[in-house]
């Protein structure tokens, strides 16, 4: 299905307000274009002033933004007083990710899709709708510029993310040529993830926007995985075994996932490591590591990974060598047991940054 237009959107938008509310469209006033308050349309609804902001696409970069725009006209329109009634913000969108979905809740502000999704919430008013798909998909793969190869971009941004950086540089940091880096740095401008200062060097917008709409694409199934069984007493006992049996094959890896959260804090127990390899193993290093593959049983896995950038900004924390914390993160939503938990903790201690205010 193709994306309306904001005009006939904003119009499909108030209609299912009205109807999520069993209000009488006739009833229902609406301000489009409410450009006093540089949002869409300010709709009301019985007792409910909805100040909305469409968004044609709902990644975490659109998302942001709108939230920025909802809550700051919606607290003016209160401080004003100029309508009457329970004002609502809610960002509106063809369809609303689990990013945007998870922002969205983190600074309280209602969302509803045009697949027919939405939860908002104010005094009186309750709706939670999830699970319908999205209707909107457009054929074929999406540019992005987070392909293997293309991330080394925004993972060197995330590693310095007060470090202004020109193309040239970020080009000969991340080993990519000049050409590549405008095209991947012309698509981070485009999603509105990198700003530029005066001298026309490149920082993110926001560390943590340039993080989610990462995550948002990210697939560690893309890298290949060797999954199996290793004999050993504990995660701790069997990572370093491992770590050490790799060192004296000369043999170049980085711990990630648990074993990374780990190493980096000693958060939780784990029964899982995972290493990149720089190389595929050989079945000399197969048997040097006691490993036995076995999907069902699997208590290591070892990565070749899709593009050598994961190793970038690697680093031995607890005599283990560990990719970058943000590396880590990405690959825990992927890891069984605590992951999802490890993950959260991971990027309250080490990615320490803040979006909306």
Known sequence: MKVPSEKHAIRRIAERIAELVDADCHTLSMRENHRNLQVDAVLGVGHFV???????????????????????????IK?????????????????????GQERCAEYGVAWLDLSGNARISAPGLRILIEGKPNLFKRPGRPSTPFAPRSSR?????????????TQRELARATGTDEGYTSRVVGKLEDEGLIV???????????PDLLL???????????????????????????????????????????????????SLDHFAGFRTVSMYLRQE??????????????????????IIPNDEGVFDGASTRNGIHCVHPVQAYLDLHAHPERAKEAARELRNEHLQWRTCE
């Open 212 to 262: 989610d709409a990462w995550l948002e694409v990210y697939n560690f199934n893309k890298h290949y995985v060797l999954r199996g069984h290793v004999a050993a007493r504990s995660g701790e006992e069997l990572l370093r075994q491992l770590s050490a049996r790799l060192n004296r094959a000369s043999i170049r890896y980085a711990a990630t996932g648990l074993a990374a959260a780990w």
């Open 50 to 76: 909805f100040v909305v902001d469409w968004k044609s696409v709902g990644s975490a970069a659109s998302t942001y933004s709108a939230i920025t725009q909802v809550r700051r006209h919606a607290e003016e």
């Open 79 to 99: 401080r004003t007083g100029r309508i009457d009634g329970e004002v609502v913000p809610l960002i509106t969108v063809p369809f609303m990710g689990t990013n």
């Open 153 to 165: 971009i925004a993972r060197w941004l995330l590693i310095h993310p007060t470090e202004p950086v």
């Open 196 to 206: 530029r200062n005066d001298d026309g060097a490149i920082l993110p917008v926001e």
């Open 281 to 302: 193993p050989s079945s000399d290093l197969i048997d040097a590591l006691s490993f036995r593959e076995d999907t069902r049983g699997a208590n290591v896995w070892l």
